[in-house]
């Protein structure tokens, strides 16, 4: 019998990817102690630009810290900026030039099957995922035509991605299933390799357009690839699975956001919002999976489990105790998730490795401090879960640029950040025995530690922060920047003189210095811009954003070479354009001076999207954008009659489709300069 399809949906928080709270810890918040810190300055109590001026105009002590710095050049921005934008396109500023390029579907490896909303599942392993994310540029004996464009693919928007949703009444975050709800198996196929990581070789015509290169280095790693544990955690009773008895394999990567790029060139891809992805019908869930927000539950974000065919690719994603021991179901499978992936893009045959010693938690991505010769190897990770924290991890073993390889991340110490309300802060080492991660307090060993990340940083007091999200490093004076996105829990009545905004709604940039070297366990902070509309914000010199700058909600962050901070935003789509956030137009990306504080609106992209990842070529003369999910903010009976509130990038009715941007200068210049 022919089984009808249907719209199928999951609880709202799961459904969008959200982890519900699952920090109940009474660790310092990093609002109060911003508060605090104003208090010891004797910052008088009063509105937003009285406050916030006070602090932002008198940066101690990262001041006197920035003082040794002074030598660093000051970036130009000598474009005009954009304004703000609600229409479906892409703009950039008079002089630029944009190419879409490599949207979803676009084929890379095979056969080079066409993109068609009729293709198999597959068919999408040889194609490019869906919403492109996290991105870097590696070029091909150094040149900035040819090179590998290796990027992340975070989820997908299933509506989008079947022929077999059109007519259904599904918003962005449901699925066609069948009215017994289960689901087609070839589609949940589809989806898992729309997930994880695209290599594609990419080369600029002497027209200056770039196209895709087919070559032996495509590849498309997915939710299905195998992969390598490594690391402390690695063998050990926590990784123990059907799959892999002895605890040394996985399959897949999910929900990769940002990314990073280690001194050795090759890629890591973070797994960010993974634990939604499993059902777990157990009653008792133990803190390896309860403190990352799996609970009782038979459901997961797209039904994987209930695929309508009999194999373990679809049932691991059911976490419950079936077996006698974890070697005989997938109880465990959750735990092979949450961590950092390392790919070598110039081996296609290389197995994935995901580095364990990094932590696990809801990575954003990873920014590496840059490597000396002779000292550890330093990485900064955040966790994009409210109220989570930021992590460091400092190698046991110097580098050494001959030598070195993924092996360094296997051994040192990963930390947690702590800032106290005086503008100093210290990194709290997660190891054995100190700080109390002792067996006694329920820390058996450095595996225990480390798959249970987040219970080890409660238990040594770092501070709460507000959705920690991509980090970048200068390259010349080594600060270290974070945005932090936006806190929507703050309730009614909490506001204070240092968060007078219930729900910190807007989200705010820090940046801190380390004291020494990368690998220091002291720094001194201070916040670089708090984000928000003209009546809501401020700049480094304590001046309110203008119309030619104001964003909110901060997401992508990086620094070209030329120290220019490129910041991304990632107002959600079920806010965008509408109540406060309507003055901020689509999302957008900008560029700050980290000297003056200047900011200027470089891009803004079309209906319904996040824009995200940003690197240039070696020269800088080209960029390449992401812009993640156009059309989102297509309601589920828009959807049903085909009425898209986006067609990017290819216009007319086709249907939106995630993609990423060629910027160019007309006059073949630097990139914002």
């Known amino acids: 019998m022919t089984k009808k399809t249907v719209a199928g949906s999951v609880d709202s928080v ?37 406050v916030i001026a006070g602090l932002m105009a008198t940066r101690l002590p990262l001041t006197q810290a920035l003082a040794a710095n002074a030598g660093a050049g000051s970036p130009t ?33 095979g056969d080079m099957p066409a993109f068609s909303l009729e293709a198999s599942g597959e068919q999408q392993a040889h194609q490019v995922g869906s919403h492109h994310d996290g991105m870097h540029f590696f070029a091909l004996n150094g040149s900035s035509t040819d090179g590998l464009l290796v990027l992340n693919h975070e989820y997908v928007e299933p509506r989008f991605l079947h022929a077999a949703a059109s007519g259904l009444a599904l918003d962005r975050n449901g699925f066609p299933q069948h009215d017994d709800g289960s689901r087609d198996a070839d589609q949940v196929i589809k ?36 992969m390598q544990l490594s690391g402390p955690v690695a063998g050990t009773e926590h990784l123990i699975t059907q799959y892999s008895p002895e605890g040394l394999m996985t399959r897949g990567t999910l929900n990769n956001c940002a990314h990073g790029v280690t001194p050795w060139n090759t890629y890591l891809a973070a797994e960010e919002n993974w634990a939604g992805y499993f059902a777990n019908t157990d009653t008792d869930i133990d ?14 974000r797209y039904q994987w489990h209930r695929a309508d065919q009999q194999s373990d690719q679809f049932s691991r994603f059911d976490a419950s105790s079936r ?20 790919i070598d893009p110039m081996n296609p045959d290389s197995v994935p490795v995901k580095r364990t010693h990094l932590g696990r938690f809801a990575h954003e991505g990873v920014i590496f401090a840059p490597a000396v010769e002779g000292q550890p190897v330093v990485a900064y990770s955040g966790d994009d879960s409210r109220f989570e924290y930021i992590y460091k991890f400092v190698s046991r073993r110097p580098f050494d640029a001959a030598t070195a390889d993924g092996s360094l991340l296997d051994e040192g110490t990963l930390y947690v950040a702590r800032f106290n309300d005086d503008g100093s802060g210290e990194w709290l080492a997660l190891a054995p025995g100190q700080n109390g991660l002792t067996p006694e307090n329920g820390f058996a060993d450095l595996a225990d530690i480390l798959v249970n990340t987040r219970s080890a940083a409660d238990h040594v007091g770092a501070t709460r922060m507000d959705r920690p999200e991509w980090g970048a490093v200068d ?100 806010e965008m354009n509408t109540g406060i956030y309507e003055v901020f137009g689509n999302n957008q990306m900008l560029v700050a001076n980290p000297e003056t504080g200047e900011i200027k609106r470089f891009l803004t ?11 240039t070529t070696p020269d800088q003369r080209t960029m390449f954008v992401n812009v993640q999910h156009p059309g989102a903010t297509t309601t589920e009976d828009a959807f049903a009659e085909g009425r898209f509130t986006s067609h990017w990038p290819e216009g007319g009715s086709a249907i939106p489709r995630s993609a990423t941007l060629v910027i160019t200068r007309e006059d073949g210049g630097i990139i914002g300069a």
């Not at 474009?79 to 008079?94: E, H, L, T």
């Not at 630029?96 to 979803?104: A, E, L």
């Not at 990581?197 to 997915?222: M, P, Y």
């Not at 077996?323 to 390392?342: C, I, K, L, Q, Y």
């Open 605 to 615: 992209g079309p209906v319904g999207q996040e824009i995200t990842g940003v690197v």
């Open 14 to 50: 799961m459904a969008q990817g959200d982890e519900p709270l699952s920090n109940r810890s009474s660790n310092a918040y990093f609002g109060d102690i911003l508060e605090r810190r104003l208090s010891r300055r004797g910052v008088l109590k009063g509105g937003l630009a009285t």
């Open 77 to 109: 921005m000598g474009f005009n900026p954009v304004g703000i934008s609600a229409a479906d396109n892409v703009v950039v500023p008079a002089g630029y030039r944009v190419q879409s390029f490599i949207p979803w579907g676009t084929p890379i490896t």
């Open 191 to 226: 989806e898992m390799n729309a997930h994880g990581v695209s290599v594609v070789r990419v080369r600029a015509n002497e027209q200056g357009e770039w196209e895709v290169v087919q070559d032996a280095l495509n590849r498309r790693i997915t939710a299905q690839t195998p």
């Open 475 to 574: 390259p010349q004076t080594g600060d270290v920047y974070f945005t932090l996105t936006n806190n929507t829990r703050r309730a009614e009545g909490d506001e204070h003189p240092a968060n007078p905004r219930a729900n910190n709604s807007f989200g705010h940039i820090i940046r801190w210095q380390e004291e020494g070297t990368h690998a220091g366990e002291r720094f001194v902070w201070d916040l670089f811009v708090l984000a928000g509309d003209q009546d809501d914000s401020r700049d480094l010199a304590g001046n309110a954003l203008v119309e030619d700058n104001i964003f909110a909600s901060p997401d992508g962050l990086w620094i070209d070479a030329d120290r220019r901070v490129w910041i991304q935003t990632d107002i959600s789509e079920s």
């Open 287 to 300: 803190r390896r999976q309860a403190r990352y927000g799996i609970e009782t539950r038979d459901t997961g």
């Open 323 to 342: 077996g006698a021991s974890p070697a005989e179901d997938f109880r465990n499978e959750p735990h092979t998730f949450g961590w950092m992936v390392e």
